[in-house]
């Protein structure tokens, strides 16, 4: 009996599911189909994303490899606007330090700041500080402070990064102490930077740019053999940067070495090697011009320029005294249009120091006095005021 029973149930069973399979048999199918069809899409765009991703690694680290910082600049552009994120965030951030390379100062200062205004991430904040250390001799200290501040706060890991380039830029406020650790251990860390990554030309120039900040700070505290021991260093780290093709034309590097040689005018002078002195401050004038771009002079440019004239024009007048330096003419051409408005330290400063030495008290003051309201404290002390000179008493209608 039980037999029977289990038959029949079996039948109904089997009835019900010939029911339900003609009603939903081919919905079940095609569920199945699209299971198994979205595994196998899913495992095909799984190996596509990973060859994408491989052919970007492998762009970026070609892009990395090339040595013309104009050339990786445009490659890093390129992958930046194809990439996925994370790579396209990097490769902004080579982009801009590409641009920096070539010289590209300003656009490459203000790629870094649209890539920290557009990550708040490690990427963001290590934009944050090339700019900053990027503007750091240019910019005002609110303008730095404000750049930084994001970083500069008590639970950021980055705060330690922030107040080294502030402090690295007090060398105008007479805070020289802090500026000194400062620099010391922006030196460090970009020692640490360029020994894992060698072929980095924005790292080893700046390298050299705060090596020379530091031996200028040496020499200004009387510490010559100090400062020849770190001018030395600097100025072999920038010349071993010319076998770097693409380095031709980098304003950043002529602007280091420019400064490199006044130091070494300054520190030849002191030696009372007047000949040595004179071709070092040739040499500093020489590569402060090669910083002009078209014909386009920035502050900076400028400053250098009229620096290495002050020091050319002491050391013309050391070997003929009583005669007007004729670098100290080509001084006043080139600051006096700028100077008469301008509020920047890297102008006044020499504009004081070229009006004081050629007796134009007038002047001198009105532009100390600018620099004074802002609490400049020259690294170098002023010299003394001297008897009016036909530099400047020849072309008091002009102004």
Not at 60 to 65: E, S, T
Not at 114 to 120: E, L, R, V
Not at 369 to 392: E, F, H
Request: aromatic share 8%; charged share 25%; with cysteine.
């Amino acid at each position: 009996m039980s037999d029977i029973f289990r038959e029949v149930e079996e039948d109904v069973r089997r009835e019900r599911f010939e029911k339900l399979w003609k009603a939903y048999g081919n919905y079940a199918i095609a569920a199945l189909v699209l299971l198994f069809a979205g595994i196998a899409g899913w495992q095909v765009w799984e190996r596509h994303d990973a060859q994408e991703r491989a052919k970007v690694s492998d762009a970026f680290l070609a892009a990395q490899r090339i040595t013309n910082p104009q050339t990786a600049a445009s490659t890093f552009a390129d992958i930046a606007r194809t990439a996925p994120k994370g790579y396209a965030e990097l490769a902004r951030l080579s982009e801009a330090g590409a641009m920096f390379a070539s010289g590209q100062t300003g656009p490459a200062v203000d790629l870094y700041k649209q890539i920290a205004k557009d990550d708040n991430g490690p990427v963001g904040a290590v934009a944050r500080l090339r700019a900053a250390w990027a503007t750091a001799d240019t910019a005002t200290r609110k303008d730095l402070a404000d750049l930084v501040k994001p970083l500069d706060q008590a639970n950021s890991p980055w705060r330690q990064n922030a107040q080294e380039v502030l402090a690295a830029s007090l060398d105008t406020t007479g805070r020289y102490d802090e500026s000194l650790r400062a620099l010391a251990a922006a030196d460090d860390g970009l020692k640490t930077l360029t020994k894992h990554d060698p072929d980095n030309v924005p790292w080893r120039v700046t390298m050299a740019s705060v090596q020379i900040r530091r031996a200028s700070h040496a020499f200004a505290a009387g510490q010559l053999a100090a400062a020849e021991q770190l001018l030395s260093i600097a100025m072999d780290n920038l010349h071993n940067l010319e076998p770097f093709t693409g380095i031709k034309g980098n304003r950043e590097i002529d602007r280091a070495l420019s400064r490199g040689w006044l130091l070494r005018a300054r520190l030849a002078w002191r030696r009372d090697s007047l000949r040595a002195a004179t071709a070092a401050a040739n040499e500093s004038f020489a590569e402060a011009r090669k910083g002009i771009a078209g014909n386009t002079i920035d502050d900076g440019n400028l400053a250098d320029q009229a620096d290495a004239l002050l020091v050319l024009g002491s050391l013309q007048q050391a070997q003929l005294p009583g005669t007007p330096p004729p670098a100290w003419a080509e001084a006043h051409a080139l600051l006096a249009g700028r100077a008469r408005a301008s509020y920047y330290w890297r102008v006044l400063d020499p504009w004081v120091r070229l009006c004081r030495l050629t007796g134009d008290a007038v002047r001198a003051q009105v532009a100390f006095d600018r620099l004074n309201a802002s609490g400049y404290v020259p690294l170098q002390p002023w010299p003394a005021t001297s008897q009016p000179s036909p530099v400047t008493e020849g072309d008091q209608h002009v102004h």
